[in-house]
């Protein structure tokens, strides 16, 4: 009745075993090259953990991936250990899961409730760019944001309206809290700084007015 618990517990003393001689007095460096024979020993050792794992996360039907997202998850482990802080049984399995966890994010994301009642599906965008006699063309695949010529051509509209009134205050010597003014107005924004909310509404204007009249007079030279 006995033996399953002791063959449990040696199991687990060969991991840790094996995580501490491929760690112990080795730099990071030397632990991301550790020895085949070892990590595949370990990988043997931890199968029957992945496989639980992997039937758990509802991965069976794509094993071989969640095997090999699951070997990098003990790779990361075995560089990542410090064993002070945590057994290294416990400090893969966290890593294996953290992986298991993103695969099936990645391939499950369109099974979600909320995705299929919002019509998403997961796709790659590789598939769509090779040929198929029922897809179109390579090549003939784009992903297109309509709005994003026009967000990129605001974005570098403003940064250099930024850059010119710089160099405008610079020739003004104009305060801080002038220049914060200025922009505000400039960008249609409500002014947050302590001391342009200090002035009125007016005093703010007027601040505009002159450093607009200023800027006019200066570009001229």
Wanted: with cysteine; charged share 30%; net charge positive.
């Amino acid at each position: 009745m006995g033996r399953p618990d002791q063959s449990a517990g040696k199991s687990s003393r060969s991991i840790e075993r094996i995580a501490r001689e491929l760690t112990a007095e080795h730099s990071a460096t030397r632990r991301a090259k550790a020895p085949d024979h070892q990590f595949a020993e370990l990988l043997t050792l931890l199968g029957p953990r992945i496989a639980r794992m992997v039937r758990r996360y509802g991965l069976c039907d794509m094993r071989d991936d969640a095997e090999q997202v699951a070997a990098i998850g003990v790779h990361r482990a075995l560089v990542s250990f410090d064993p002070e802080r945590a057994s290294f049984s416990t400090h893969v399995t966290w890593q294996i899961r953290g992986e298991l966890q993103g695969l099936r994010h990645r391939m499950r994301l369109d099974q979600r409730r909320s995705a299929r009642i919002a019509g998403i599906k997961t796709v790659a965008i590789e598939g769509l760019r090779m040929p198929d006699a029922a897809c179109a063309p390579a090549g003939d695949f784009e992903v297109v944001d309509d709005s994003a010529q026009a967000r990129s051509e605001r974005a570098a509209s403003d940064s250099l309206v930024r850059a010119f009134m710089h160099g405008l205050f610079e020739r003004l010597s104009a305060p801080e809290h002038e220049r914060v003014i200025v922009i505000d107005y400039l960008f249609e924004r409500e002014t947050r700084s302590r001391e342009a909310l200090s002035r009125t509404p007016e005093q703010r204007r007027q601040i505009v007015r002159r450093t607009f009249r200023n800027c006019a007079r200066i570009a001229k030279v």
